[in-house]
């Protein structure tokens, strides 16, 4: 059976784990913090993947930045990783095949094969972290675009300059459905030092304010879901990312649903979390190299 | 050289016209006014196709309202059609084949295969009439989703309740960026019953307050470019519909390639008008029957 060693290189942790070509993880992951220079990303990769040499068919790196569509390089700045990360000659890193793409996409296509959208065609995976990412599949294939950069949510919720997003813009989805968006909701609807925590914990203690906050958090949530369903008519929607344990998703799936003009969809929450990632690029590159 | 009969059925107006596989019209293409029953409609249909019976190889329609992904039914309610339209059985028109597809995705199919938007693989075109329609190219192919209803841009910008959208929900980007928004925009910045006829005549005497209309209606429609250029990461976005040729294209092809975080996009205007709904219906049923 084939295996691939897999990495999600994200700006906080650099995560590894080798993975069959059933899907399964065959040893621990490991979690390592992620070096302070893309020279120091790039030696540990070589070395790790040096270790596993004898062991696997190929690498397959979920990253932060949108991979480009012979999914061997990064194409878009990458904030919170160091300078020159993006311009890192990945393909180097060994003689065996190397395989990348995007950490959103790649836990998308998890979902999509093994997880809370197998057996669907088209699907949507939003990640609802600090930010927003998305992952969609248009007729079982993974919505690339012309250069590989397709599925960025930094989609502006209209026309005014209410909420500052982190890509520099205003008003992005971003800005009204993300953790740090709960935040935003927090200080406006509770008070000015409050945050996300002081939200979930209020709803838990029934605070009015906290449940005023975390409606209207709701609420700009399921214009994005009308928006995803309406765009893309998908079988279903999959919620992840650290905020996608807090969704009412028997209540918002209904709303969403009456709201839309085309057909109904199905809200989920996602089955994999931390591993999507890693799990979905290694399943991308089993195929090739199957 | 094959030939089909295509149709555009729309609220007002059916227009129809001989298309062969080059792509051209055969003749001068004929309009008439919509019936008022939808059981006028199909025996309207009806004649016309059996009149054409012994030069055509199949019918090809393009229609307001979803339509399937086996391009033989209409899956959604279509406002300004009359009742039970959307029930007709379409496909005992006649023993030729019947193709049919939603118009804005023929009109999209169009451009794709022949105008502004030919040469690309993935590209998305949105026609700024009365509303907004949209079609999408993704890998050569349309957008349809799970049921042929993808690609409706009715994607609430924002959360607010500022502007109702005929589809019933609250600020659609349909009331930012069509014909209709651009009457808002007149009464919001010149006075009470101006209209988009006040603003297009405005801006040609340079009036400042006609100008702001635009202006705000300009930046709005940015947004929506920004919006499908991060989604898509298309090759071209092709503008169409009455609002198309008033847009700067120049200035808006800029003002959105420097917002956008995907690769730069190119903003070009429809080639085809009125005709690109039969013609796009003709080219993909031509293809099928090939």
Redesign the interface.
Known sequence: MKKVLAFDIGGTKIAYGLIDAGGDFVNEIIKVTTPRTSEGIYELLKTVIKGFYDEIDGVAIATAG?VNNDNNKI??HVGNLPEGYNKLDFISLSDKPIFMENDANSAAWAEFKLGAAKG???AVVLTLGTGVGAG?I??G?L??????????????????HERKCT?G?W?CLET?VSGNALTTDAKLFMKEDATSYDVIRGLKESNAKARAAFD?WQ??LE?AL??VG??????VVVLSGSMAQFVEYKKLNKQAND?????P?ELKQARFENNAGMLGAALLLLEKIA
Do not use: W
Request: with cysteine; proline share 2%; hydrophobic share 35%.
């Open positions: 949108a194409i878009s669907t065609k088209d969609i248009v007729n294939r919505l690339k675009g012309k250069s590989g950069a397709a599925g960025e949510m930094h989609v502006r919720f209209g026309c005014g890509c813009l008003n009204y209207h609420e700009c214009n009308v928006m309406n765009l893309f008519d998908p079988e709201d839309i003009l085309t057909q969809f």
